[in-house]
């Protein structure tokens, strides 16, 4: 790092704290120290905090899973504000506080990249400080601010730091049931757990929430989402470091849980985001006990962050779940091969007329599989990303294509196989690239099995200077999902559900390229007013085709 890189990311470090010192501060060393206690008159005019002396601990770059880290001495009688700032290219950071044997001082493990701690006495004489990327990657700096006792509760205002027991999710009392639940939830599921973090997240249909998680060589990870009354259809999504889609939680109940297996240490993130509302939930994470793998139900809908199995195995596994879950008929395989890392492997393709679902399952030793359908002038038809295993969905009438395929991480055998549907709504054919994303959105969250189930589509055309609209009739004690998927030229997709009677939003959701909302009538006080809807289309940027499509579910879905 440039000495110039450095200055600029340490005054971003000092301007984005509430309080600031005015005294120069020092290159970080393997062990901070604060500076002398200055005179009130060179507080800072924000807090008026007595001796706000300032150390940097670290400053690095790195990328999701990465930790920044530094050693920190508090006087015994003082209290610190610890605090971590990222780059614009870093979009979540914790912070994690340890005493040197090993104890637990602090963490903020919230969905944000401006964490920050407040360590009181009694608390150790020398404190471990580490910021974890947990999505993106970028300069990350560490820092830490001596705060007198008296002015604590003043600095975590300003700072935003929750008092301990705000709302915790550790605390049974804040949520009532939870352990019967969960204890209920693991016998469903088999195999033998042990607790690794209990923590209350904030949930809102506007705003994904994402928390890090690591699963273990070996072993498998239980992220289990219960959420408070106040928000409704939970998506869980689990991502690799590099922003991959591993797998999603089944949209079944009001709770949500994913189980992730791996064959060797992984990072993983939890995107959370409710389709409706706005409220907390709780996030249980758990991992099996060493040896008990192999007691786990085998019903139960296990996520592989990475292949376990020759690909024989992983082509069997997936023809199982497709025949059990999607009510798919063997598919054709078209082709196997090996692939290398940082070498692409292209491969003709002939598909039928309508929409195909396009498998490509990498086997053991392979990590990380991307994949792109062209047509044979070069257009994009669809793209898609994996651990192990991607899906595309590729629409159109009869003729070639070609596949493009790449391992990310590590070099292995892969086959595509293919599942043909002819019985689709035309303008799935018209629209072939908005098309593979609403499809691929649409079946990765459960909401559909396969493309012929999606009824019927509405094209629009939409561009970032225009709204569009579609009126919505939900039944009473039903729910009406709307999926939107944008084409070539749109970037930004969002669906705003209101009500017809009042024009009251009722949900709100946002993607890149596709995304989705729900509307539920359920009340019987407020069936009238959610009975008629509407939902509104817009793009951020760019104009062009998008599809909407439309769904009827139950409340539980």
């Known amino acids: ?251 079944t109940g009001r709770e949500r849980f994913a189980l992730v297996c791996s064959p060797l240490d992984t990072s993983l993130s939890l995107e959370l985001r ?65 692939l290398e890392v940082g070498r692409r492997t292209t491969l003709p393709l002939v598909l039928p007329a309508g929409c195909s679902r396009i498998d490509v399952v990498g086997g053991r030793p392979l990590r990380g599989l991307e994949a792109w359908a062209w047509t044979p002038s070069g257009t994009l038809l669809s793209h898609a990303r994996g651990g192990g295993r991607s899906t595309l969905f590729a629409c159109g009438a009869a003729g070639p294509a070609r596949l493009d395929v790449e391992a990310t991480l590590r070099p292995g055998p892969f086959s595509v196989v293919l599942h043909a549907e002819s019985d689709v709504p035309a303008p799935l054919l018209a629209a072939p690239l908005a098309a593979g994303r609403l499809l691929a959105h649409v079946v990765e969250r459960g909401v559909l099995r396969k493309a012929s189930e999606i009824g019927q589509v509405h094209e629009l055309a939409l561009s970032d200077t225009e709204l569009k609209t579609l009126d919505l009739t939900v039944p009473f004690g039903r729910c009406v999902d709307v999926a939107l998927a944008l084409g070539a030229d749109g970037v930004g997709a969002e669906v705003r559900l209101v009500s017809a009677a009042t024009g009251a939003e009722i949900a709100m959701a946002r993607g890149a390229h596709a995304t989705s909302a729900r509307v539920c009538s359920l009340e019987a006080g407020s069936a009238e007013s959610n009975l008629k809807s509407r939902a509104e289309f817009r793009v951020a940027s760019g104009s062009g085709k998008a599809l909407v499509a439309t769904r009827m579910l139950s409340p539980t879905r």
């Open 1 to 251: 790092m440039t000495s110039l890189a450095r200055w600029k990311l340490l005054v971003l470090l000092l301007l984005a704290a509430a309080c600031r010192s005015r005294a120069p501060t020092t290159a970080s060393a393997p062990v901070g120290h604060f500076g002398p206690v200055r005179s009130a008159r060179e507080t800072s005019p924000l807090l008026a905090i007595s001796a706000p002396n300032t150390n940097v601990l670290a400053i690095d770059a790195g990328v999701a899973g990465d930790r920044i880290s530094g050693l920190l001495e508090i006087p015994s009688d003082q209290c610190a504000i610890l605090i971590a700032r990222a780059g614009a290219s870093v979009e979540d950071v914790d912070l994690l506080a340890y005493g040197e044997d090993g104890s637990v001082v602090g963490t903020d493990e919230g969905p944000d990249k401006t964490p920050a701690l407040l360590v009181c006495p009694p608390h150790p004489a020398r404190v471990w400080v580490a910021a974890r990327i947990a999505a993106g990657h970028g300069l990350v700096a560490v820092g830490a601010q001596r705060v007198a006792p008296a002015d604590a509760g003043r600095a975590a205002a300003v700072f935003g730091i929750r008092a301990e027991g705000d709302v915790s999710a550790a605390n049974p009392s804040a949520w009532p049931g939870l352990d019967e639940r969960l204890e209920a939830h693991r016998r469903e599921i088999g195999g033998t757990w042990q607790d690794v973090r209990r923590v209350a997240v904030p949930l809102d249909a506007r705003l994904p929430t994402r928390v890090s998680a690591q699963v273990e060589a070996g072993r498998c990870l239980d992220a289990f989402l219960s959420p408070s009354d106040e928000v409704g259809h939970l998506e869980l999504t689990v991502l690799d470091a590099g922003g991959a889609i591993v797998g999603r939680a089944a949209s």
């Open 274 to 338: 409710p389709q409706s509302g706005r409220g907390l939930g709780v996030l249980v994470l758990s991992r099996t006990r060493s040896g008990s793998e192999s007691t786990l139900d085998a019903d139960v809908t296990r996520i592989e962050a990475f292949p376990e199995r020759p690909i024989e195995g992983e082509l069997a596994a997936l023809d199982a779940t497709l025949r059990a879950r999607n009510g798919y008929t063997k598919g054709r395989r078209l082709a196997s091969a090996s």
